[in-house]
C-alpha cells in the first residue's frame, strides 16, 4: 500500500508494555506524519524509552508489547524487497525486523559508547551498517568519508581510522548519528541523544539531526526530560507520566496554553520557576500547593521568559567585583575576600601524554587560577567538559598536587600535606557526586552508608544521626535499613548528600549533582541543597556545566574555558550581562522555551 495525504508513517494504536503483571505502558495512542518531528516528553519511570524500544523491537526480557505500532508505506529498501509497505513491528518476525532496522528505522542512543563497538574502527563501523543493507555497494570509502563529512568531524579520512574511545563524547554521537542517517531511514528514533553533553556541544548536535532528517525527508520521534531541546528540533509535543499521554499538540500551543496541569507544572519546573511568596522553585509535588493555573503560563509565563518574574532583579552577591581575563599581563584574583574559607592561589596542573617512540608532549590543564571564596557564600563554577573544572575540584579537595601554586582551606595550607595531616579536611570538607550508585556502596544498607565516616560515635549516637539526617533530606526513617538499588535517583541522590553532612562539614562541594535528575526531581533537590546550606552555615562550591542552575543557586559564578578562569561576578549579572565572549557563547547555547514559542 503506497503511502497517501492522509495515511501516517507511524502509527501506535493501544500500546501496553507490561512486565509481568504491572503495566509499564498503559494503552497508548499516537501517530507521526511522513517529514513530522515529534517530542516525547517525561520523567525517568514515565514509559517514553519503552514506547520507543517497542516501536524499533528492542524490549528487554520479561518486557511484553501489545496493541499495534504500524509502519506504513515506503518501497522495499532491500535486496530481498523485505522492509517495504505496512508492517506490524509488534507482530514482525526477527528477519523482517533486521531488514527494516538501520534501514527503515535508525536509533540514536543516549550514550555512544555503549552503542559503538569498541573493538571496531569507526569507518569500518559505519562500513558494516551500509554493507547490510547494501550489500552490492562495491567501494565504501566514498561513502563513509561523505558521512563523517556531513556530521562535520574535522579530518573524516583521520576519524574513520581511529577506534570510539579516541573521540571526544560530542564526536562519537556525531559519529551515531552518522550511522543511524548512512541509509537515509524513513524515521529516525532519538532517546535522549544529548542528556550528557555540554550546552555548546549539545547545541551543534541538535543543528545536525534537525540538518540530516530534513535532508533525507525523514520524521524523527525525539525522546527527552527537556523541554528546552524539544522547543527546537520538534513539531508536536507528546506529554507522557506514568505510562499514559496526558497532552499532546504542537509545540506552540502546548508550551504557551498548557492544558493539563502536570505540563503547566513541568513547565515551570523546566524553567526553574519560583514560588511568589516563599522564592523556593516549583516542583510537580509541592505538598500543599495547588496545580498552576492555566494564565499561569501564559502571560509572564516560564515558557515566556528566560527567568520567571518571581527572580529577584538585584544580584544574589551585592558588592562583588565583576571581572573577566585580561587580553595581557598576570591572571587576576577573582572574588577576591579577606579571611576566605577557600584560597587559591596561582594554581597550575599539566600532565605528561606519551606517544609513540617515548614521544609525549606536555598538557595544561589549569594554568594560573587564582579565587577565593569567602564563608556561607555559594560559588559556582562552569565550564564545558575539558575546561579544567574536574582537575580544580581534585586540588580543592587535596586528591592531587597542583604542578605549582598553593590552595588553603580555613586558613590551612592543604597543597603538598601527607593524607595523615589531612584528616581535619575530611571532615570539615564532602562532597556529593553526579551518579550516586556510583558513589554509595550496593552491599550496605542506608544507615551504614550514612554513619560510615562516624567511626568512633556509639552506636546510638549514629543511630539517631542517621535517623535526623533522613528527616532532613526528606526521607522517611524507615527506609534506613533499605539499600541503595530500592531507591529512585533522586532518593539516592538525598541519601548522598546526608551522607556528606553526617561530619558537619563546613564546606559542601556539588560536583554536577542535579545533572542526571528529571527537571522536577532537580527542583526538590536544589531546594533541598539551599535549605541545608542556610541550616549548616555551609560554604558551597557547586560545579556544573547548567549555566540556568548555577544562576538560580548560586551567589557567584566563575566561567572556566580551557584551563582559566575567564569571567567572574555575581551569578545573576554574568548571566544577564556576559562580557567575554565565552561566556556569552554558553548563555546563547542554553535551549529555551521561549526562543520557540514567544
Not at 574513520?160 to 554521537?173: E, I
Not at 509572564?300 to 551585592?318: H, L, N, Y
Not at 535526623?468 to 548522598?496: N, T
Not at 536544589?526 to 560554604?539: G, I, P
Request: net charge neutral.
Amino acid at each position: 500500500m503506497s503511502l497517501t495525504d492522509t495515511e501516517p508513517l507511524l502509527s501506535v494504536e493501544n500500546l501496553t508494555v507490561s512486565s509481568g503483571r504491572n503495566q509499564l505502558v498503559r494503552s497508548i495512542d499516537f501517530k507521526i506524519s511522513r517529514g513530522e518531528r515529534v517530542g516525547l516528553i517525561g520523567e525517568s519511570g514515565s514509559g517514553k524509552s519503552l514506547t520507543c524500544l517497542s516501536v524499533i523491537g528492542l524490549l528487554g526480557q520479561g518486557l511484553r508489547a501489545e496493541g499495534r505500532v504500524a509502519l506504513h508505506g515506503g518501497p522495499p529498501k532491500d535486496r530481498t524487497g523485505a522492509g517495504g509497505g505496512r508492517v506490524d513491528l509488534l507482530t514482525a518476525t526477527e528477519n523482517q525486523l533486521a531488514a527494516i532496522r538501520g534501514n527503515r528505522l535508525s536509533m540514536v542512543f543516549q550514550e555512544p559508547m555503549t552503542a559503538l563497538n569498541p573493538l571496531m574502527k569507526v569507518g569500518d563501523q559505519l562500513a558494516e551498517i551500509i554493507a547490510i543493507h547494501r550489500p552490492k555497494t562495491k567501494n565504501l570509502t566514498p561513502r563513509v568519508l561523505e558521512l563523517l563529512s556531513s556530521v562535520r568531524i574535522p579530518e573524516p579520512a583521520r576519524a574513520a581510522k581511529v577506534y570510539p574511545h579516541q573521540m571526544s563524547g560530542g564526536q562519537r554521537q556525531r559519529v551515531m548519528l552518522a550511522m543511524a542517517m548512512a541509509n537515509e531511514p524513513e524515521l529516525l528514533l532519538a532517546d535522549e541523544p544529548t542528556t550528557a553533553l555540554d550546552v555548546t556541544v549539545q547545541r551543534q548536535v541538535l543543528k545536525l539531526m534537525t540538518e540530516q532528517v530534513e535532508r533525507a525527508g525523514a520524521s524523527l520521534l525525539f525522546i527527552t526530560h527537556d523541554l528546552g531541546v524539544v522547543s527546537e528540533v520538534c513539531d508536536r509535543v507528546l506529554i507522557m507520566r506514568h505510562g499514559k499521554i496526558l497532552e499532546s499538540g504542537p509545540i506552540d500551543r502546548v508550551f504557551t496554553a498548557p492544558e493539563h496541569p502536570y505540563t503547566r507544572a513541568l513547565i515551570a519546573a523546566s524553567s526553574l520557576a519560583t514560588h511568589p511568596e516563599t522564592g523556593r522553585l516549583l516542583t510537580l509535588d509541592r505538598p500543599g500547593a495547588e496545580p498552576m493555573a492555566p494564565e499561569d503560563c501564559q502571560k509572564g509565563s516560564p515558557a515566556e521568559q528566560d527567568t520567571p518574574t518571581t527572580e529577584p532583579e538585584a544580584p544574589k552577591a551585592p558588592g562583588v567585583q565583576h571581572l573577566t581575563l585580561p587580553a595581557e599581563g598576570p591572571e587576576p584574583v577573582f572574588n577576591e575576600s579577606e579571611n576566605p574559607m577557600i584560597r587559591v592561589r596561582d594554581l597550575t596542573r599539566t600532565y605528561g601524554r606519551h606517544g609513540p617512540f617515548g614521544r609525549g608532549r606536555v598538557v595544561p590543564a589549569l594554568r594560573g587560577v587564582s579565587f577565593d571564596v569567602p564563608v556561607g557564600q555559594r560559588f559556582g563554577i562552569v565550564g564545558e567538559s575539558g575546561c579544567g573544572k574536574s582537575t580544580l575540584l581534585r586540588l580543592l579537595t587535596a586528591l592531587d598536587d597542583p604542578t605549582s601554586g598553593h590552595v588553603e582551606v580555613a586558613g590551612e595550607t592543604i597543597t603538598g600535606r601527607k593524607e595523615r595531616r589531612l584528616r581535619w579536611l575530611r571532615e570539615s570538607m564532602q562532597i556529593v557526586f553526579q551518579d550516586p550508585m556510583g558513589s554509595l556502596d550496593p552491599r550496605m544498607n542506608i544507615t551504614d552508608v550514612i554513619a560510615e565516616p562516624l567511626r568512633r560515635a556509639d552506636s546510638a549516637e549514629r543511630r539517631h544521626r542517621v535517623e535526623e539526617l533522613l528527616e532532613q533530606v526528606g526521607l522517611p526513617v524507615s527506609s534506613a535499613k533499605k539499600y541503595p538499588h530500592e531507591f529512585s535517583g533522586g532518593q539516592r541522590q538525598r541519601i548522598a548528600i546526608a551522607r556528606a553532612l553526617v561530619t558537619r562539614p563546613k564546606v559542601l562541594i556539588a560536583d554536577e549533582a542535579v545533572s542526571a535528575l528529571d527537571v522536577s526531581v532537580r527542583a526538590q533537590v536544589l531546594n533541598l541543597l539551599e535549605d541545608l546550606v542556610q541550616e549548616y552555615r555551609l560554604t558551597m562550591v557547586f560545579v556544573s556545566h547548567d549555566l540556568n542552575v548555577v544562576r538560580h543557586s548560586c551567589d557567584v559564578v566563575a566561567v572556566m574555558n580551557a584551563g582559566r578562569i575567564v569571567e567572574c561576578g555575581p551569578a545573576q549579572t554574568v548571566f544577564a550581562s556576559p562580557e567575554h565572549p565565552y561566556t556569552a557563547e554558553l548563555a546563547a547555547a542554553i535551549p529555551r522555551i521561549r526562543d520557540r514559542v514567544s
